[in-house]
């Protein structure tokens, strides 16, 4: 008597294991798609001073083609969770039956290929790009792992070797496809190689659009002078009110140079643009602000770029004062 083999149990719950997985991907990336549209914070615990979800999602690697990266994944979980049940739910027969289960397999296949490595080079973005923590993305590039090895096990694959040969070309065609998509971001967030010479600025030009999280990148850097003011009028209780894509914001940073100017981004700049994840415009309103940049020294109000020398006089600053630019 031949004793028949029994199916191994992941051969039968596979497809519903990995239509659970991605209808938990789906929650997932809805969540972060309805967040990012809407322009509310996303609830996410960070340690002080570190970056987290919001400012992953305010992050030029958030958007793709104008929309929202999360968009994206959402659109991919929902397409595998119909390939995973799609021949489950449609009780066919015979032939037509068995070619969907297998082309579905294959569209499994591919998609989690994609969406692995895709999810991977998103990990490296938030290693080393970005230096944050996002448990939702996190999560996520987990989800599209763990639907990659289902895949794999979950049938009996004839050709193994044809396995390899799809993920390679697929893998190649994905990474090719991802680093095209990202050209620009890669480029604009790249510090210039050298920083402004000291002396007059120049008027600043965008040449490419700011990250709402914090404008442009500042490529000048601060002398003593610099620093030892931007902790006075932190001592003086001086306010300064911006929005992240005004360009004479920027000319401001410039003056200050990054390290100074993170003196004062952490202790008394306000940002008014309500579609920053920084943004207070409800305190801006409240303070009378119609431009940026807008200092309040001493109850008075400074608008427009102020030279360091001006904010000195007004402040009664008495130290160091060999700034190295100037307007």
């Known amino acids: 008597m031949i004793r028949r083999r029994s199916t191994p149990w992941i051969h039968q719950w596979s497809r519903v294991i990995i239509a659970a997985i991605a209808g938990l991907g789906a929650l997932n990336t809805g969540y972060l798609t309805f967040e990012k549209l809407t322009g509310g914070g996303v609830a996410c615990v960070a340690e002080a001073g570190a970056k987290g979800c919001n400012d992953v999602l305010a992050s030029p690697w958030a958007t793709v083609f104008g929309q929202p990266l999360a968009l994206l994944g959402l659109l991919s979980y929902l397409g595998m969770l119909i390939f995973a049940l799609a021949p489950v739910v449609w009780k066919g027969e015979g032939k037509s039956h068995k070619q969907l289960e297998n082309l579905t397999w294959w569209l499994l296949l591919i ?6 490595i895709f999810s991977g080079y998103l990990m490296y973005v938030l290693a080393f790009e970005l230096k944050a923590l996002c448990p939702y993305c996190i999560t996520s590039a987990l989800f599209a792992l763990s639907m990659l090895v289902l895949t794999v096990v979950g049938r009996a694959w004839e050709d193994i070797g044809q396995i390899f040969f799809t993920a390679i070309i697929v893998g190649m065609v994905t990474l090719v496809g991802t680093l095209y998509i990202y050209k620009d971001v890669n480029t604009a967030n790249k510090p ?8 007059k600025l120049p008027p600043f030009v965008p040449t490419v659009d700011p990250n709402p999280n914090y404008g442009w990148e500042i490529n000048t850097t601060s002398g003593e002078a610099e620093i030892a003011l931007a902790r006075h009028l932190v001592q003086v209780g001086a306010k300064e009110y911006v929005a992240f894509w005004c360009p004479h914001c920027h000319e401001q940073k410039l003056l200050f140079g990054k390290e100074a100017y993170q003196i004062i981004d952490e202790s008394i700049k306000t940002e008014c643009a309500p579609e920053s994840p920084k943004g207070k415009p409800d305190l801006c309103k409240a303070a009378n602000i119609t431009g940026y940049p807008t200092w309040i020294i001493n109850g008075k109000s ?14 009664g600053y008495t130290g160091p004062s060999n700034f190295k630019y100037f307007r």
């Open 192 to 199: 210039p190689a050298q920083e402004i010479p000291a002396g």
């Open 302 to 315: 400074y608008s427009g770029v102020q030279n360091l020398s001006e904010l000195a006089k007004v402040t």
């Open 111 to 116: 998609g989690a290929i994609a969406m692995s």
